[in-house]
């Protein structure tokens, strides 16, 4: 995954936009995009969309339902699950324990569907309460359906009072920026993605393509965007160049020959396991990507 696109869940005509924008991911939101007195419309137009397009677009297909405590939750799941979404997008997570809730409710729905058990993913954005930004270690081993981790930093600065989540400069202040770093670093434990939060200003893409460039630096995998214009910024961002391919098969080549030593040489600089280990996980990107060296 490295772009996920929001599209509102009540647009036909966003959700067509949305589904050919190219994104890796596209998440139908049920939630902040659709007011409270369109819920029910929104879950009927976003499950016939699905339906109709599953079988049209590359893009694998997300829903962010209402989170656990709206008491909404089971009424999104009931509506998308049949149409058979590849994920489902959780909220306001405050934990894994949130995760297991939401992992033991899909798998009512999809025995209700004729679906498969565990066959949808569960996408849980981690931060946007205090409590979750304090429970990011409780993710590791919660769930067999986690896809990865994300956060957010609106939801968040309501969660603590915080007058604005940016400084003047428009980079993240210290408490989002611990926000953004425990997320990287529970996806680290649990083994799974890490995904950046949006960018909230589409027209600038300047600022926007050096936070993708900074982000994927820092661990994160991928990124979401809030417009398609966003989408071609994050692939290019977050897909390794050839040359970062070429130099990390290098690498796990070296050290196959050698019989996985705990350090190899090559072309006189010595690489050791970590370098290995950074080198798998970017040809595993590069191969979600479609490149190979």
């Not at 005509?13 to 998440?27: M, P, S, Y």
């Not at 659709?34 to 677009?57: D, G, H, L, M, Y």
């Not at 994927?216 to 994050?234: L, N, S, Y």
């Not at 280990?277 to 191969?287: G, Y």
Request: include cysteine.
């Amino acid at each position: 995954m490295r772009s996920l696109l929001f599209v509102p869940g009540d647009s036909e005509r966003k959700l067509e936009k949305g589904f050919g924008a190219g994104a890796d991911v596209v998440i139908v939101d049920l939630e902040d995009s659709v007011a409270s007195a369109n819920k029910t419309a929104a879950r009927a137009v976003a499950a016939r969309f699905i339906s109709s397009q599953r079988q049209k677009t590359s893009s694998a297909v997300y829903v962010r339902v209402n989170d656990l405590s709206t008491g909404l939750t089971d009424d999104d799941l009931a509506a998308l699950v049949p149409a058979e979404p590849d994920g489902i997008m959780l909220p306001k997570s405050n934990g894994g324990q949130d995760v297991q809730q939401l992992a033991a409710k899909l798998r009512v729905h999809e025995a209700e569907s004729g679906l498969p058990d565990g066959g949808i993913r569960i996408l849980p954005i981690i931060t946007e309460t205090a409590a979750g930004v304090l429970a990011a270690a409780s993710y590791a081993g919660a769930s067999a359906r986690l896809a990865g981790l994300t956060w957010g930093a609106e939801d968040l600065s309501a969660a603590i009072g915080a007058r604005a989540a940016r400084d003047e400069g428009g980079r993240h202040t210290d408490v989002f920026r611990l926000a953004r770093a425990m997320t990287i670093l529970a996806a680290g434990g649990a083994e799974v993605a890490a995904i950046d939060t949006v960018f909230p200003d589409f027209r600038d893409m300047a600022a926007f393509e050096a936070e993708c460039r900074e982000a994927e630096r820092d661990g994160f995998t991928g990124k979401m965007a809030i417009h398609p214009a966003q989408v071609p910024i994050i692939n290019a961002a977050f897909t390794p160049s050839v040359e970062a391919v070429e130099r990390s098969q290098a690498i796990v080549d070296a050290f196959a020959a050698a019989g996985n030593p705990g350090v190899v040489g090559i072309d006189g600089k010595m690489y050791d396991r970590p370098h290995l280990r950074l080198a798998e996980r970017l040809l595993a990107r590069a191969k979600g990507a479609g490149i190979s060296a």
